[in-house]
């Protein structure tokens, strides 16, 4: 059974459902609104375990009535909780969300608390989860020292990286040298490429990204929405088109996409192979509301990459 180790955030998702978002100033109607477990970390710890994995979560929640929501939703999911922290002194994160119904696009506003504390003393708890994985995985939502600390661990016993900067920040390159596949969306691509080129905007997906990369094995998976999803190396340079689906809350597709990615790699697929699969529980993810309780199980994945083969 593939190993994961996710590091990372949880947030409790606060949605609200609403034909077209408010601008500045005003007030609109919202049709629904729903309280479930989120965050980028446990998203994608979650997601992970729906396909198969072994998963162990390293974070930080409250003492709190969320903080205990959070730890029921990873026990249920078999998620390991052995290096979670109960943060005495802060509140779990929320997550302010708001979907246009119209779109299914979102606005988020994180107000991560005990994510903030997550220190590299506590990844060090996690050292031995960390040794046995094939995979470790990280995102931004917990202090950047504390995902370099991460890599840098991980990279000690061998084990293979993948980071997804969300939400995006400058990263250094001593970071940048620990990471084996980095997952930006075209957003975060051009912030991590820097703010102080101001061409960078114009120029390709290809191009940006070999700037951004750190080592000649290094891997970029570029999530562009609508188009798919552009693989780049130092050699290459591929497209992977997504699928196609009716989406009705797309909060959380990274998560799911990421989520795919560290397992079919975990597992040993080929690069496309992975990215096929990350594209499938992104695709599933889209379709229901929600974020971890949108993400799809492994059976369901796998008849959803079947149906797509026999469509051509
Ligand atoms: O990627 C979606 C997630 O971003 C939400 O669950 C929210 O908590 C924010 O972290």
Same mark, same amino acid.
């Given at each position: 059974?593939?190993?994961?180790?996710?590091?990372?955030?949880?947030?409790?998702?606060?949605?609200?459902?609403?034909?077209?978002?408010?601008?500045?100033?005003?007030?609109?109607?919202?049709?629904?609104?729903?309280?479930?477990?989120?965050?980028?970390?446990?998203?994608?710890?979650?997601?992970?375990?729906?396909?198969?994995?072994?998963?162990?979560?390293?974070?930080?929640?409250?003492?709190?009535?969320?903080?205990?929501?959070?730890?029921?939703?990873?026990?249920?999911?078999?998620?390991?909780?052995?290096?979670?922290?109960?943060?005495?002194?802060?509140?779990?994160?929320?997550?302010?969300?708001?979907?246009?119904?119209?779109?299914?696009?979102?606005?988020?506003?994180?107000?991560?608390?005990?994510?903030?504390?997550?220190?590299?003393?506590?990844?060090?708890?996690?050292?031995?989860?960390?040794?046995? %994985?094939?995979?470790?995985?990280?995102?931004?939502? *917990?202090?950047? @020292?504390?995902?370099?600390? $991460? &890599?840098?661990?991980? =990279?000690?016993?061998?084990?293979?990286?993948?980071?997804?900067?969300?939400?995006?920040?400058?990263?250094?390159?001593?970071?940048?040298?620990?990471?084996?596949?980095?997952?930006?969306?075209?957003?975060?691509?051009?912030?991590?490429?820097?703010?102080?080129?101001?061409?960078?905007?114009?120029?390709?997906?290809?191009?940006?990204?070999?700037?951004?990369?750190?080592?000649?094995?290094?891997?970029?998976?570029?999530?562009?929405?609508?188009?798919?999803?552009?693989?780049?190396?130092?050699?290459?340079?591929?497209?992977?088109?997504?699928?196609?689906?009716?989406?009705?809350?797309?909060?959380?597709?990274?998560?799911?996409?990421?989520?795919?990615?560290?397992?079919?790699? %975990?597992?040993?697929?080929?690069?496309?192979?992975? *990215?096929?699969? @990350?594209?499938?529980?992104? $695709? &599933?993810?889209?379709? =229901?509301?929600?974020?971890?309780?949108?993400?799809?199980?492994?059976?369901?994945?796998?008849?959803?990459?079947?149906?797509?083969?026999?469509?051509?």
């Amino acid at each position: 059974m593939a190993k994961i180790v996710v590091v990372g955030s949880f947030n409790m998702d606060l949605t609200s459902y609403m034909e077209r978002m408010p601008r500045p100033g005003e007030t609109v109607h919202g049709s629904r609104f729903v309280t479930g477990p989120g965050g980028k970390g446990s998203n994608q710890a979650v997601a992970a375990a729906r396909l198969g994995a072994q998963v162990t979560f390293v974070g930080r929640v409250g003492q709190d009535t969320f903080g205990d929501m959070a730890l029921a939703q990873w026990q249920r999911e078999g998620i390991n909780t052995r290096c979670v922290v109960r943060d005495p002194d802060r509140a779990t994160g929320v997550a302010p969300i708001f979907v246009e119904e119209s779109t299914a696009e979102n606005a988020i506003v994180v107000v991560l608390g005990a994510n903030n504390a997550l220190s590299p003393d506590d990844v060090d708890a996690a050292q031995a989860e960390i040794a046995s %994985a094939d995979v470790l995985l990280a995102q931004l939502e *917990v202090p950047v @020292a504390t995902v370099h600390h $991460a &890599l840098e661990l991980a =990279k000690r016993h061998g084990v293979l990286t993948i980071l997804n900067p969300a939400p995006a920040t400058s990263l250094s390159e001593s970071l940048l040298r620990l990471v084996d596949y980095l997952t930006p969306n075209e957003t975060e691509l051009d912030l991590l490429v820097g703010d102080s080129d101001t061409a960078a905007a114009d120029q390709s997906i290809e191009f940006k990204g070999r700037r951004l990369l750190a080592f000649d094995g290094q891997t970029l998976v570029v999530t562009l929405g609508a188009q798919g999803a552009q693989r780049v190396t130092r050699n290459d340079s591929t497209l992977i088109p997504r699928f196609d689906v009716e989406a009705v809350d797309t909060t959380g597709a990274g998560d799911a996409f990421n989520a795919g990615l560290a397992v079919g790699l %975990a597992e040993g697929k080929p690069w496309d192979q992975a *990215v096929r699969l @990350a594209h499938a529980t992104g $695709a &599933l993810s889209v379709t =229901k509301p929600g974020t971890a309780a949108s993400m799809p199980t492994r059976a369901e994945v796998e008849a959803f990459l079947r149906s797509a083969t026999r469509q051509g």
